[in-house]
């Protein structure tokens, strides 16, 4: 498969490739940009967990339905 099948798929789909490309830019700005402070990673860090952790809550509340 490629990422382009992935896009065109159901909306799972493309919000799974849009939450790995936005863990990645996330990772990739934590990761090249010299941080004095320490608070600024940490808060990308969690801006970026919190679509996965959403899909997470909305998917196991559509399975219980």
């Known amino acids: 498969m490629s990422l382009w099948s992935l ?4 909306g799972w789909a493309r919000l ?3 939450q790995s490309a936005w863990c990645t830019l996330t990772a990739v700005v934590v990761d090249t940009v010299p941080w004095s402070e320490r608070t600024v990673p940490q808060v990308l860090f969690w801006v970026a967990l919190v679509p996965t952790l959403l899909t997470v809550w909305f998917e196991r509340a559509a399975i219980r339905s």
Do not use: D, M, S, T
Request: no cysteine; glycine share 14%.
């Open 7 to 10: 896009v065109r798929r159901v």
């Open 16 to 18: 799974v490739v849009g």
